[in-house]
């Protein structure tokens, strides 16, 4: 077992802290980067974290976690709601998946409130901020330990 956990963040998620604190937040990828690895080390796990602002390097990560990581957290971002591609390579990945939102997608614009992601992710948290992350990382390390430290 790898002990690895990927973190995948879709488009525009490398200007968190800058793009629209007042939706996002002012916490960076750095920041989401470590409050993972907090929340993954008491469970004996690591995390790799990874942006892109192409849909198909996402695809490819997906992919290439399938022999390398345990589990997959992911913020699509806008992708959440066009990505069928992203959708079919998640179903391709046999561990837990967990999906995340900083903001309440379902409190936003109409075109937000449904994603492709959710039909496959094991957990869907939403509206937290970058606590959403962390909540994420825990509810993964607990569904392939099946205990909580």
Request: hydrophobic residues 40%; proline residues 4%.
């Amino acid at each position: 077992m790898t002990k690895t956990i990927l973190i995948l963040n879709g488009p525009n998620l490398n200007m968190l802290g800058a793009r629209q604190p007042e939706i996002y937040g002012s916490e960076t990828l750095d920041d989401v980067a470590s409050l993972c690895a907090e929340a993954a080390a008491p469970f004996g796990r690591k995390i790799e974290l990874r942006q892109s602002n192409h849909e198909g390097e996402l695809v490819d990560w997906i992919h290439e976690a399938r022999d390398s990581c345990d589990a997959i957290v992911i913020n699509p971002g806008a992708y959440s709601h066009t990505s069928i591609a992203i959708l079919d390579a998640l179903n391709m990945f046999e561990g837990p998946v967990a999906e995340v939102h900083l903001s309440n997608i379902h409190a936003r614009e109409e075109f937000r409130h449904s994603s492709y992601v959710s039909g496959r992710a094991d957990a869907v948290i939403v509206g937290c901020g970058t606590a959403g992350y962390r909540f994420a990382v825990q509810r993964i390390c607990a569904c392939l330990s099946d205990a909580v430290p």
